[in-house]
Structure formats: structure tokens, C-alpha cells
């Protein structure tokens, strides 16, 4: 950000989520990204997730993200629950007919 001329730049020590844990339920509100297979989570105990954007298939709210499983795409989308089970975990119509995809784990 610094390079790009921001003058007011700052890093929260310990990071976000280590500061949501020190002060639950104040300032943040919302998911989080994590970079793991949860992919987003909810650090607030009060709450239930706020939707904070839109599914890339049919545009309803979520903050849920997924991979596109198309191994050579591995694209990163916002999809909702159903949008994700019905296109197969993938971005779009291509990529569900690849023939490199990873596999889908339910747990």
C-alpha cells in the first residue's frame, strides 16, 4: 500500500483474528478469509455470518468462497451452497468438463 503513495499505513500486531479473540463482539463485523479449507469464518460468537457478498452464479448473498476444482483454473469465486453443489465445485461450464479436477471431500 505504501508503494502504491497510501501515507497512513498500519499493521495490527498479532493480526486480525489474534485482535477479534482480545475484543469479541466490538468492532468486527462479518467472516473472515482464512487460508485453509474453511475458507471463511466466523471469529464473532454473538452473530451468525453476515453475507458481505454476492454468489457468482446467481448473485444471492453469501461469504462463502470455493476453488474452482478444475485444477488447471483453481480459480477463487464467492458461491453459495447450492451454486456450488449444482456446478461442481467448479467457475463454469469449461472448467466442469476438464479432465483434471480435485477431488470433492463432505465432511
Known sequence: MI???FKEVYQLEGG??????KFPDTYWEC???VFDERRVVNPNTKDELKHIAECHFCGKSTSYYINCHNVECDKLIVCCHECKTENDYCCSDECRKAPRKR???HG
Do not use: C, L, Q, R
Open 3 to 5: 508503494e502504491s503513495g
Open 16 to 21: 486480525i483474528y489474534n485482535f477479534i479473540n
Open 31 to 33: 467472516g473472515m478469509f
Open 103 to 105: 477431488k470433492t471431500y
